[in-house]
Nanobody, 127 residues
Framework: QVQVVEAGGGLVQAGDSLRLSCTTS????????MGWFRQAPGKEREFVAS????????HYADSVKGRFAISRDNAKNTVYLQMNSLKPDDTARYYC????????????????????WGQGTQVTVSS
């Protein structure tokens, strides 16, 4: 079983930046497409960003385009989510997910395409 562990959440003020990180166990990380999702209280989990196995393809939710950036370091089995110009609406629990068989959809944007999930890290943005 692949373990996925997120880190880097916290309490920040509007306009601040945070960088989330996510590591996976095992040796197959470089073949995984990776994604970030978030879930706010009372809301459904929503897509934030995704990245193909080689980093060549990225997708972002409209709400975070231009503010968030996803990247990966395959040597460290780590994917990052750099979050800038944070807003109170970004407050949520952020989940990292690994797609072990990306197939032709190399950076999926739907949760059902992901095989392994972390427990999440809380991001709270105060106004």
């Amino acid at each position: 079983q692949v373990q996925v562990v997120e880190a880097g959440g916290g309490l920040v003020q509007a306009g601040d930046s945070l960088r989330l990180s996510c590591t996976t166990s095992g040796r197959a990380f470089s073949s995984y497409a990776m994604g970030w999702f978030r879930q706010a209280p009372g809301k459904e989990r929503e897509f934030v960003a995704s990245l193909s196995w080689n980093g060549g393809i990225t997708h972002y939710a409209d709400s975070v385009k231009g503010r968030f950036a996803i990247s990966r370091d395959n040597a460290k089995n780590t994917v990052y989510l750099q979050m800038n110009s944070l807003k109170p609406d970004d407050t949520a629990r952020y989940y990292c997910a690994a797609d072990a068989a990306p197939g032709p959809i190399v950076a999926a944007t739907t949760a059902k395409d992901y095989d392994y999930w972390g427990q999440g890290t809380q991001v709270t943005v105060s106004s």
